[in-house]
């Protein structure tokens, strides 16, 4: 059984809320620094989606994975 692409949703999802962290912490570190603007403001709100979408990917990859177990085993 090839789960090479679940394997890969893992890892680009992975890699998508790293990108996305450490977007969303140099835009925290900008309003910390007073460049309030409503770039660093909004796009912190979609940051946070982002991650959320990311997360979301992966806890249905973990269930698809769980499932596959059952089935298999």
Same mark, same amino acid.
């Given at each position: 059984m090839n789960i090479e692409p679940i394997n890969s949703v893992f890892?680009?999802?992975?890699r998508g809320i790293d990108t996305v962290t450490a977007r969303f912490e140099e *835009?925290?570190? @900008?309003?910390?620094?007073?460049?309030?603007?409503?770039?660093n403001v909004g796009g912190m709100v979609e940051?946070? *989606?982002?991650? @959320?979408?990311?997360?979301?990917t992966i806890r249905v990859a973990d269930q698809m994975i769980g499932t596959l177990l059952d089935v298999v085993a």
């Open positions: 890892t680009d999802s992975m *835009r925290a570190r @900008e309003i910390a620094r007073g460049e309030i603007d409503p770039e940051d946070r *989606r982002e991650f @959320e979408t990311d997360l979301a």
